[in-house]
Every structure is written in C-alpha cells, then in structure tokens.
C-alpha cells in the first residue's frame, strides 16, 4: 500500500518535469522569432533643378531601397518630387498595378506656378487676409439736416459721385452776405478813383458855407431880432395864461371843477408859458461851448470833404479801399466753399462698404458718413528676416483664395517695409494682385506663395 503511493508520486514528478522541459523549448522557439515588420527607411529628398522645356517624366526622380535588414523580404519604397516646391502627385505605386511611379508623374499636369518659377526657386507659402488697397471714411465737413443720401452699402461709385446732400440754407444766407460786403467794397473803390464833378464842388462848398454860418452864429450869439422874436413868443404864452386864469375863477366854486375844460386850458397855457420862458433865457444866454465845438468840427468836415473832391483820392486810400475789396473776395469764396462743401462726393472709386447716417439726421463736422473700399486689393504677410535678401519688389507671387481652392492669382511684391519689427524678427511685404483679381474681396483668407531661391 505503501509502496504504490510512492509510485504515484514519482510519475506526478516526472510528468511535471516534462511540461517544464516543454514549455522551456516553446520560449526559446517563440524568442527566436522576429513578429514586427521593418519600417522602410526613408530616402533623403533630392529635388532636381527645374529646366524649361522638360517634360514632367524626366523632372521625376524615382528610388528603391531596400528597408527589410533582417529577413529576405523587400519592400520598395518610390517617393516623387517636383521642383520649385509645387504639390507632387502621389509617389506610392501599389505592386500589384504593374504601374510605375514614374508613368503615374508623367500623367499629372505640372502646376502653372511652377512652371513659371526660375530654376531652383521654392515657394514659402504665408496665410494672410485680403485687405483692400484704400479704405477712404468721408466725413461731413459742414453742420446740418442730411435732405439726400443716395448711396447704399454695395453700392458702386466713381471718383465725383454725389453721396449726400446737406441743408444749405445757412450757408447759402452767410454766401448773400458775403457777396453784399463784395459790392459795397467795390462801390467804395470805384468813388474814390472816380473824379469830382463840378456839382460835387458845388455841393461841397454849399455845405461849408452851411457849416461856417452856424459857427458864427454860435459863436457871436443871438441877434437883436431872435431876441424880439423869443420875446414876443414868451408874452404871447403869458396872455395865454391869463386870459384861461379869468376862466378858471369863474367856475373854481363847482365841485367839479377838475372835470370841466377851463381847467385843462389854464394848465395847457401854464405849460405853454414855461417852455416860453426858457427858450427865452437860452437866447439870451447864447451858445454853450459844446454848441461852439460842434459847430467848429462841423466846418472842418466840410472843408476837408471839399479838399478831397479838388485833390482826389490819395494812393494810401486807393491802397485800403482795395484791401477792403480782397478781403471782402476771401469771405465770398469762404462761403461759396462751405456751401459746396454741403453736398458730399466720392474721393475714389470703390465700393461702399459701410453707410452710418439717415436722411433727416443731424450732420456735425466730423462725423462718419459713408465708407468706401477702393476695387484695388492688397495683401500683407510677416516674412522672416531670414528670407529679405531674396526678396525684391516687382518679385513673382502666387495667391491661394480660401473661397476659390480652385483658382490661383498672379500677383508680384509690391511694398517691402524698410524696417524689420523687432518683436517678430519679420517684414512686412505687400502683395498685389496682377491678374483678373476682381472676385477677391476684402476680409477673404489667402495663402500667398513667394518664390525665393
């Protein structure tokens, strides 16, 4: 009994060293085995020089290597290239086509940009935005009630188009006074160039005499017969007053005296009697100093208005009255010019990109109207400082629109900055468009492709 549990034991040993020894074998077979697939190694990129006139055949390089180091296999691996850095068909040629990749090359036009593109130049593409190549914001430059506005955004304009019309009737009110100013200026001029008359002397001489007799007059006082006369005129008032007294003592007993009319006449002689009395008194006093003076200057006017008439006009008077007359000319033109200035043109061509009044609202100086983007486009790009030595203006472009993958634009480098920024270590470039660019519109997404050596 012993014995045979013994035995058991032994073969439960030996079956456990077998399944040891087996898996043991497995290992080493499964460790000896490679289960990962060689990559193949890439080639280096040899882009041949692009030489007019050869077709696309000859302009591809094809290349085979051997990637599998470890094991029998081979696996080609064809990669195509094209010069001057355009978009190269596919290279891979599947085995099983019995199609080579240089067949596959031959077939695919070659782009026209690089065909246009010197021997050994490469495109450096930029993402950019179109911009147009003017943005004009017109302001008002008169204040006023916009009457017109006869443009809207998308409208087309030219270069004298009327955009709005402003009230003008202030303006055309200050240009009536200017012109008035103008006339009487001119009237001044032409009366001091124009020769006196010999009714001019006359009337001049008329009026010193005038001027000389009241001096005199003043100066000498009053004669005997003003005397008489403020005289008699200051007794005849003071019979007055009596004879209306003696009516007034008849009915001063009424109690209503105040209302009856011998009243209102003993009061309208009373007052008579006094103004009289003191024209009277001034007679007999004569004429005041300041009477005297005025008299005096009066005599000088008239004599210097007559000297004038028999000498004419002197040259600085001639002189002041043709200042007065250009200067009257400047307010005229200033005002014709604001009046002008009330109906608003298009400085450019273009196109209105934006409209920020009404009809019926208030125009200041100053403020925005109407927007206008030139039909001319632009665009910028930030190019590496690396890259400015081979660049020039009048240098070859290509224009990629996000809104036609399927188009490309001419275009060649219109602006280089003087100036490198020196946060980005970059110039700025202006591209413009040389082709049919009309469909380009500002705001649009580009890639703008420069040709550098």
Do not use: W
Not at 240 to 248: E, F, H, I, L, N
Not at 285 to 300: E, L, S
Not at 347 to 358: C, L
Not at 410 to 433: C, L, M, N, S
């Amino acid at each position: 009994m012993r014995g045979s549990k013994f035995s058991d034991l032994l073969r439960t040993i030996q079956q456990g060293i077998g399944v040891c020894c087996t898996l043991v074998v497995v290992i080493s077979l499964l460790a000896s085995c490679s289960f990962t697939r060689t990559q193949a190694t890439p080639e280096p990129f040899n882009a041949p020089n692009y030489q007019p006139g050869v077709t696309a055949q000859n302009g591809v390089t094809t290349t085979q290597s051997n990637t599998n180091t470890q094991s029998n296999a081979a696996t080609q691996a064809n990669t195509t290239t094209v010069s001057a850095g355009a978009v190269a068909p596919t290279a891979t040629v599947q085995a099983t086509t019995g199609v080579t990749a240089t067949e596959v090359a031959a077939e695919q036009p070659a782009p026209a940009a690089a065909a246009d593109a010197p021997a050994g130049a490469n495109l450096t593409g930029y993402s950019a935005e179109i911009a147009a190549d003017q943005v004009v914001p017109v302001v008002a430059q008169v204040n006023g009630q916009v009457l017109e506005l006869k443009v809207d955004v998308g409208s087309k304009v030219k270069a004298g188009d009327v955009l709005v019309r402003i009230d003008t009737a202030a303006l055309e009110a200050q240009r009536a006074q200017a012109l008035a100013g103008l006339e009487a200026a001119k009237a001044q001029l032409d009366l001091l160039k124009t020769s006196a008359t010999s009714s001019d002397l006359a009337a001049a001489q008329a009026s010193l005499g005038a001027a000389g007799a009241a001096y005199t007059r003043a100066v000498n006082g009053p004669t005997d017969e003003e005397k008489r006369l403020a005289l008699a005129q200051l007794k005849s008032s003071q019979a007055a007053v009596t004879v209306a007294q003696a009516g007034y003592n008849i009915v001063k007993g009424n109690p209503a005296i105040g209302a009856l009319p011998q009243s209102l006449q003993l009061q309208q002689a009373t007052l008579a009697y006094e103004a009289a009395q003191a024209s009277y008194d001034k007679v007999l006093k004569g004429a005041t100093a300041d009477v005297i003076a005025g008299a005096a200057a009066q005599v000088a006017n008239a004599r210097a208005a007559l000297q004038r008439l028999q000498d004419g006009a002197k040259p600085a008077q001639i002189q002041a009255a043709e200042a007065q007359v250009h200067n009257a000319e400047n307010s005229l033109y200033l005002a014709q010019l604001q009046l002008n200035k009330a109906t608003i043109t298009a400085p450019i061509d273009g196109t209105v990109s934006r409209v920020t009044t009404a009809i019926g609202s208030q125009a200041a100086l100053g403020t925005p109207m109407v927007t206008i983007l030139s039909h001319t486009v632009r665009i910028n790009v930030a190019v590496e400082e690396s890259l400015l030595s081979q660049l020039k203006v009048g240098q070859k472009a290509v224009i990629h629109a996000t809104a036609y993958p399927d188009r490309t634009f001419d275009g060649t480098i219109a602006i280089i900055a003087p100036e490198v920024d020196p946060g980005t270590r970059t110039v700025q470039v202006t591209i413009r468009p040389t082709g049919d660019a009309s469909v380009l519109s500002p705001g649009m997404s580009a890639t703008v492709e420069l040709m550098v050596q």
